[in-house]
């Protein structure tokens, strides 16, 4: 009998590989941006890349990849303890890739100004580290203590890049000049958007409020077009004492403009709040990271 496509085990094959590629994608990407632009602009970065960077131009005796592996092994006696097991066991394969990429990827991208260097290099490893954490693991080094931080605390992966980022740009005013730093904090302040744009901003979820007389038809409207759930608050109008029904709904990004046109044909004087989710948690809209 041959296997169907649907097979649990043939999902989980396809799964491993697809998680597999973003980690690898990421992992080159992201090594581009390092031995492309920052090296030899001489750039630094934060976390344990910048740690391994650091050591690198001050003492360069081992190469940034060792280096990178090197420092990663405390954090994943951390990360053990603190993130899921298929987290944990992707991530060490992910800092091993990332480690022999950083060592092996060898590319040279001729730009002469140091800013126009500081940006790019900010876009493409941005997007590396993004489709590194898209995936259920990732390379290492401060995305393990990202994940724990976000799943323990909701605080957003960027800033927790930043934060590290900025913690070891501040040791390196001792080190190297005012130039290099604020040049690497460019690079830092646009990864940092970067990553959270790839992670979460094309599966960001909108949570919308509305109150109209009308709320009956929207609310349907909203059920039937958009397919979409509605809880209704009861509520009471401040000046008018009227007593009626506040509608909430979170929806996607796509989806925004669609509920809008909506609400203006059935109530334009409806009184509509729109406001930006950090995470979902659902079966249907949920856009909750998967770590």
Request: avoid cysteine.
């Amino acid at each position: 009998m041959k296997m169907n496509e649907t097979n649990p085990e043939t999902i989980g094959r396809h799964r491993i590989w697809w998680n597999i590629l973003l980690i690898t994608s990421g992992s080159l990407i992201s090594a581009l941006a390092i031995n492309a632009l920052i090296i030899p602009h001489q750039l630094l970065s934060g976390g344990v890349t910048g740690i391994s960077l650091i050591i690198y131009y001050l003492f360069p005796v081992l190469s940034v990849g060792i280096l990178y592996f090197l420092l990663n092994i405390p954090i994943f006696i951390l990360g053990w303890l603190y993130v899921g097991k298929r987290f944990f066991y992707y991530s060490i394969a992910g800092m091993v890739i990332f480690s022999a990429a950083i060592t092996w990827v060898k590319v040279s991208i001729p730009l002469d100004d140091r800013l126009l260097a500081a940006l790019l290099a900010g876009i493409i490893y941005g997007i590396g580290a993004g489709l590194t954490l898209r995936s259920v693991g990732s390379a290492g080094g401060t995305d393990v203590l990202s994940i724990i931080l976000l799943k323990r605390y909701s605080i957003r992966l960027g800033n927790t890049v930043l934060f590290f980022n900025a913690i070891v740009l501040s040791l390196s005013i001792f080190l190297f000049s005012i130039e290099a730093v604020l040049y690497t904090l460019i690079y830092m302040f646009v990864s940092s958007k970067i990553i959270d744009l790839v992670v979460t901003g094309f599966s960001q979820r909108k949570a919308v409020m509305i109150i109209s007389g009308q709320w009956e038809s929207i609310s349907n409207t909203i059920l039937k077009e958009l397919n979409r759930g509605v809880t209704l608050i009861p509520g009471k109008g401040g000046y008018s004492g009227k007593e009626g029904q506040v509608l909430y709904t979170v929806i996607t990004f796509p989806e925004l403009s669609r509920l809008k046109s909506m609400v203006r044909q059935i109530d334009p004087n409806a009184f509509v709040v729109i406001t930006d989710t950090l995470e979902v948690m659902g079966q249907r809209i949920g856009n909750q990271p998967h770590w």
